[in-house]
């Protein structure tokens, strides 16, 4: 999120819709005016603004007066102004910088442009977080602990007749703590209830669960930088950011013309991508996955997909009537896999030959 204020003093309709939308992107916090008298009173009231952007000059607009105006309150250490300059009154630029201005701006201009010179930048975007998936079955159904039919089942806590995968830190993947035989019946058998919890990416050798970045797609390391280059306007000449910085200054290499200014004499674009391990250049950074179990790097296309479920073990009720002097049979858990059964005794009346009962 872009915390700080830019004030923008502008009335070119195209101008002011470049700079509202690349702002508005990067969720930016600014305020438009379209005159000097109403852009001073927006700067005394607001004391967070950190960068300001001014037109130098228009048939109602005088930007190097406003721009000496705030430069008598705000230092340069503490304020930036880019003063708007069009392409026609270039001749000009040279006032902006005497007026106090840090820079300038050539209009017509980019946005990639607009948000390098202002620090500001795109957010990323928002990821929406929903709540855990409840357990519906489960909370419909009276949580037992125990599957042994030979034991009578006690009350315990929510979710205990669920058995959803869990995520171990040692094993570093989702494990459901029961035999991969017992996990083939619950999934087989129809009497058990499936609920899909989410479909996760995993390890294409272990299963294991990586973690995924942009990296290097020869060796899978995420150290990678851009190299900068710069667009020498007048001579055309395009190098490496470091071939034209001559201590604090920017010189060309090739037509040796000095005191270079950024937006007027040269722009600044991004290059191949070096990686710091195997030094390759690449075009653009892939996604690159690292399994936190082997180890192992791999592109994230090449990522297997684990479907996440939870079983529901059902348990049933089942009783002999009062009027046979039975007692009730008490509620026992049925497992899936069909291992574990709960039957019941029929009774069976048994007559003699002569038709007599005992």
Not at 32 to 41: I, L, P, R
Not at 332 to 354: G, L, M, N
Request: aromatic share 6%.
């Amino acid at each position: 999120m872009n915390t700080k204020t830019i004030l923008v003093v502008e009335e070119n309709p195209q101008t002011l819709r470049v700079i509202r939308d690349t702002f508005s992107e990067a969720e930016a916090r600014y305020v438009v005016c379209t005159g000097e008298s109403e852009a001073w009173s927006q700067f005394e009231a607001n004391a967070d603004i950190k960068c300001v952007l001014i037109r130098m000059h228009s048939e109602s607009m005088d930007g190097c007066e406003l721009c000496r105006r705030i430069r008598r309150l705000r230092s340069a250490d503490s304020l930036t102004i880019l003063m708007i300059v069009a392409e026609d009154q270039l001749d000009l630029a040279d006032r902006a910088i005497e007026a106090g201005a840090t820079d300038i701006l050539i209009d017509p201009f980019e946005p990639r442009e607009l948000r390098m010179r202002t620090h500001v930048y795109p957010c990323s975007r928002r990821n929406r977080v929903d709540e855990g998936r409840q357990f519906a079955v489960a909370a419909a159904i009276p949580a037992m602990e125990s599957v042994n039919a030979s034991e009578v089942p006690r009350p315990s806590r929510s979710h205990a007749c669920v058995v959803a995968p869990k995520f171990d830190p040692d094993l570093q993947r989702f494990t459901y703590g029961a035999s991969v035989e017992q996990i083939a019946a619950w999934k087989n058998d129809e009497s058990v209830t499936k609920v899909a919890l989410d479909r996760i990416l995993v390890c294409p050798r272990c299963n294991g669960v990586p973690t995924f970045r942009m990296g290097c797609g020869s060796c899978g390391s995420a150290m990678t930088e851009p190299d900068v280059l710069i667009h020498h306007y007048a001579c055309a000449y395009v190098g490496a950011e470091a071939e034209f910085r001559k201590g604090h200054e920017f010189v060309c290499p090739k037509c040796r013309q000095q005191d270079l200014v950024s937006g007027s004499d040269f722009e600044t674009v991004s290059g191949a991508h070096v990686c710091a391990d195997c030094h390759s250049r690449i075009s653009q950074p892939e996604l690159i996955g690292h399994c936190l179990c082997c180890q192992h790097r791999f592109p994230a296309d090449d990522a297997g997909t684990m479907q996440l479920t939870a079983f529901h073990v059902h348990r049933i009720r089942e009783t002999v009537g009062h009027e046979t002097g039975h007692r009730p049979i008490a509620n026992r858990a049925v497992v899936a896999s069909s291992t574990i059964r709960t039957s019941v005794s029929e009774t069976r009346t048994a007559s003699k030959p002569d038709g007599s009962c005992p």
